[in-house]
């Protein structure tokens, strides 16, 4: 194959392929939540208002559910190692901007490029397809897409450390440097995949369908601050559903789409994209909620009045858990079919929040209900891709998995409003300030349970079997990813 990046001299081991792909994914997905502690103290530090400093998180969504399908369909045509480097040094520069200066706007910006290289992990689970023997594929896919969750759990109380004994930037350095560190990695250790979709790239599909994703996902996110019933906020969501009807009539009617909607519209792969929402959903809530409940003062009568530090910690446990879970749902799924993996990983979170509902007063106990729900985040995360496999042409794997993991990012803004909404407003004053109740807590997890539930409904309905021959699975093999049974 011609091209600037050339392929590594020899084929590695395929456990120095995962491992490197999985270190790139918890990296990437680091970034996700790398910031959350510090937002509290953005303001002070930049001198900028509170809103400006929401946008730190707000913009990487909003970059990462863009940058999502389409730099996994580029993969597919173009090359997914060339497009992979490419996410890595998009994360570098914007982790370097992010260190080098204290200005709102260029965090932004930097904060933006970060969340863009969220591609890279659609990315390395089509690379594991492509390249690793067809017994390899379940176990290693499953682990690439548990590093989704297994980065944010462990990102926050690395930020935590970070922030309590160092200067805030530090944090951006090590960013930027493990950036380096995986462009060094792939390089070595990855080698270019020959398969590649046909046709052009759809330009006009890719600008589309960004135009509708920022449309909806501005109005999400913002529409607690701007008012849910405001110009603002009902004017993109109507614009977000003109473009995306006018979106899909010209994917439909377009050669070479960028998202091919017939397949997409598939019950496989639809109903996988919709549980992937509410798994998203439902797992965004744990995050969101326990290390805020933990730091609530104690004259709240349920507030632990807990460290930045010791929050952190408290998902410590739950990204542990999703990496020693990651090879058991691959399990799951090689002898019993995904599917019946994902109806475990729904009920497992579902138990999850129940335990948190009934046991939320110690930090033994919140922990314990925060790392059930991260267990079953683990066992859904590793069974999500492999339902996607069975049902697209192994040439789309790079956007029908983009596609996914976007579902996942729009089913977390969708909690992120939601928990703030929630604790916004269902407070009461204590020690001179508004502050959430126990029960706007338990509220978040009996909506994020609910969610958990429907995700288990929406799986038992997804068709049992392999719905087409997708083609190659693994180098050089012809064969099922898995039997279903369910």
């Given at each position: 194959?011609?091209?600037?990046?050339?392929?590594?001299?020899?084929?590695?081991?395929?456990?120095?392929?995962?491992?490197?792909?999985?270190?790139?994914?918890?990296?990437?997905?680091?970034?996700?939540?790398?910031?959350?502690?510090?937002?509290?103290?953005?303001p002070a530090l930049t001198g900028a208002t509170p809103t400006a400093a929401s946008w730190l998180v707000t913009i990487t969504l909003l970059t990462g559910a863009v940058c999502t399908p389409v730099l996994g369909r580029v993969g597919d045509m173009y090359g997914k190692r060339r497009v992979l480097l490419a996410s890595l040094g998009v994360?570098?520069?914007?982790?370097?901007?992010?260190?080098?200066?204290?200005?709102?706007?260029?965090?932004?910006?930097?904060?933006?490029?970060?969340?863009?290289?969220?591609?890279?992990?659609?990315?390395?689970?089509?690379?594991?397809?492509?390249?690793?023997?067809?017994?390899?594929?379940?176990?290693?896919?499953?682990?690439?897409?548990?590093?989704?969750?297994?980065?944010?759990?462990?990102?926050l109380p690395i930020a935590a450390l970070v922030i309590e004994h160092s200067d805030w930037h530090?944090?951006?350095?090590?960013s930027a440097g493990l950036g380096v560190l995986d462009i060094v990695l792939v390089l070595l250790c990855v080698p270019e995949s020959s398969v590649r979709s046909r046709g052009r790239f759809d330009a006009v599909g890719a600008l589309g369908l960004s135009a509708a994703l920022v449309s909806l996902l501005l109005a999400v996110t913002?529409?607690?601050?701007?008012?849910?019933?405001?110009?603002?906020?009902l004017g993109l969501?109507?614009?977000?559903?003109?473009?995306?009807?006018?979106?899909?009539?010209?994917e439909l009617r377009t050669a070479s789409p960028m998202v091919d909607l017939r397949v997409s519209a598939r019950p496989a792969v639809l109903l996988t994209n919709i549980a992937a929402l509410l798994i998203g959903f439902a797992f965004y809530a744990n995050s969101l909620s326990t290390g805020q409940m933990v730091q609530e003062p104690t004259s709240t009568g349920y507030g632990l009045g807990a460290s930045i530090v010791v929050s952190g910690l408290c998902l410590l446990p739950g990204g542990l858990a999703m990496v020693a879970l990651s090879p058991v749902s691959a399990r799951i799924s090689a002898r019993y079919g995904p599917k019946t993996a994902l109806a475990i990983a729904s009920a497992v979170l579902a138990v999850g929040y129940l335990i948190r509902f009934f046991t939320s007063h110690q930090l033994w106990t919140i922990i314990l209900g925060a790392t059930?729900?991260?267990?079953?985040?683990?066992?859904?995360?590793?069974?999500?891709?492999?339902?996607?496999?069975?049902?697209?042409?192994?040439?789309?794997?790079?956007a029908a998995n983009g596609l996914n993991t976007l579902m996942r990012s729009v089913g977390q803004a969708f909690c992120s409003a939601a928990v703030a909404a929630v604790l916004a407003s269902v407070t009461f004053r204590v020690d001179g300030r508004e502050a959430p109740t126990l029960h706007a807590y338990l509220l978040v997890f009996l909506i994020a349970g609910g969610a958990a539930l429907l995700a288990l409904a929406v799986t038992l309905c997804l068709p049992s079997g392999r719905t087409q021959d997708t083609g190659t699975v693994g180098r050089g093999a012809k064969t099922p990813l898995a039997r279903e049974s369910v």
């Amino acid at each position: 194959m011609s091209g600037a990046i050339s392929r590594p001299a020899a084929t590695p081991h395929p456990r120095f392929l995962v491992a490197v792909l999985a270190f790139c994914g918890v990296v990437v997905a680091v970034m996700q939540t790398l910031v959350v502690p510090l937002l509290p103290h953005i303001p002070a530090l930049t001198g900028a208002t509170p809103t400006a400093a929401s946008w730190l998180v707000t913009i990487t969504l909003l970059t990462g559910a863009v940058c999502t399908p389409v730099l996994g369909r580029v993969g597919d045509m173009y090359g997914k190692r060339r497009v992979l480097l490419a996410s890595l040094g998009v994360l570098v520069a914007g982790s370097a901007l992010c260190a080098l200066s204290s200005q709102i706007g260029v965090l932004i910006a930097g904060r933006a490029l970060q969340g863009a290289a969220l591609a890279v992990v659609p990315l390395g689970i089509s690379i594991m397809r492509d390249e690793l023997a067809p017994e390899r594929v379940i176990p290693s896919v499953a682990l690439m897409s548990s590093t989704l969750g297994i980065g944010a759990a462990v990102g926050l109380p690395i930020a935590a450390l970070v922030i309590e004994h160092s200067d805030w930037h530090t944090m951006f350095w090590a960013s930027a440097g493990l950036g380096v560190l995986d462009i060094v990695l792939v390089l070595l250790c990855v080698p270019e995949s020959s398969v590649r979709s046909r046709g052009r790239f759809d330009a006009v599909g890719a600008l589309g369908l960004s135009a509708a994703l920022v449309s909806l996902l501005l109005a999400v996110t913002q529409g607690g601050q701007w008012g849910w019933a405001s110009t603002r906020t009902l004017g993109l969501l109507v614009l977000a559903v003109v473009i995306g009807l006018l979106w899909g009539r010209y994917e439909l009617r377009t050669a070479s789409p960028m998202v091919d909607l017939r397949v997409s519209a598939r019950p496989a792969v639809l109903l996988t994209n919709i549980a992937a929402l509410l798994i998203g959903f439902a797992f965004y809530a744990n995050s969101l909620s326990t290390g805020q409940m933990v730091q609530e003062p104690t004259s709240t009568g349920y507030g632990l009045g807990a460290s930045i530090v010791v929050s952190g910690l408290c998902l410590l446990p739950g990204g542990l858990a999703m990496v020693a879970l990651s090879p058991v749902s691959a399990r799951i799924s090689a002898r019993y079919g995904p599917k019946t993996a994902l109806a475990i990983a729904s009920a497992v979170l579902a138990v999850g929040y129940l335990i948190r509902f009934f046991t939320s007063h110690q930090l033994w106990t919140i922990i314990l209900g925060a790392t059930v729900v991260a267990a079953g985040t683990a066992i859904a995360y590793s069974a999500l891709p492999t339902l996607v496999m069975r049902a697209v042409p192994v040439s789309e794997t790079g956007a029908a998995n983009g596609l996914n993991t976007l579902m996942r990012s729009v089913g977390q803004a969708f909690c992120s409003a939601a928990v703030a909404a929630v604790l916004a407003s269902v407070t009461f004053r204590v020690d001179g300030r508004e502050a959430p109740t126990l029960h706007a807590y338990l509220l978040v997890f009996l909506i994020a349970g609910g969610a958990a539930l429907l995700a288990l409904a929406v799986t038992l309905c997804l068709p049992s079997g392999r719905t087409q021959d997708t083609g190659t699975v693994g180098r050089g093999a012809k064969t099922p990813l898995a039997r279903e049974s369910v």
